[in-house]
């Protein structure tokens, strides 16, 4: 497996299978071509014999110089038990780090166990929100009129 910066072409494979790596979950608007476009330094693509099985898009916040955010991440579901996402979070630590960085922010729905056992694994804390859905603690309509996230933090 390789692992390299994204490329504004790359977004070209990587959007018509977004929906087919989350089951027909309709998430390709959650990933315009912009951030291919805008912020190659910090995104990474995880290759195999040629072939995408995996991307991280992340970027530095330019409103919290010291801190860096996770926007968006898939792994091909053929290869999710072989770390993939783990590495590619990794090497956005590194990458960070190098510019500065000690806290790392993602954010999940609260109904994406996955995600949330991924993040708590990886060293991220649950941010307290302002309510608690299932025994977790959300942000309500944080990314619009009743859609709740869950918000992690990491400090490097």
């Given at each position: 497996m390789r692992i390299r910066n994204v490329i504004a072409e790359d977004?070209?494979?990587?959007?018509?299978?977004?929906?087919d790596w989350w089951g027909g979950r309709q998430m390709m608007d959650?990933?315009?071509?912009?951030?291919?476009?805008?912020?190659?330094?910090?995104?990474?693509?995880a290759e195999k014999d040629g072939e995408y099985?995996?991307?991280l898009i992340g970027f530095l916040s330019q409103s919290k110089p010291t801190e860096a955010y996770i926007h968006f991440v898939g792994v091909h579901p053929e290869f999710r038990?072989?770390?993939?996402?783990?590495?590619?979070?990794?090497?956005?630590?590194?990458?960070v780090q190098l510019r500065g960085i000690t806290r790392v922010r993602a954010v999940t729905?609260?109904?994406?166990?996955?995600?949330?056992?991924?993040?708590?694994?990886m060293g991220f804390m649950i941010e307290t929100g302002d309510k608690v859905v299932d025994g977790l603690s959300v942000y309500s309509n944080y990314d619009g009129i009743g859609q709740d996230r869950v918000l992690f933090l990491k400090d490097l």
């Open positions: 977004y070209y494979y990587i959007a018509p299978v977004i929906n959650m990933l315009p071509k912009l951030f291919f476009d805008h912020f190659n330094d910090t995104s990474f693509i099985i995996g991307f038990s072989a770390s993939i996402g783990k590495k590619l979070y990794e090497t956005f630590f590194k990458e729905s609260p109904i994406n166990q996955t995600s949330i056992s991924f993040h708590t694994k």
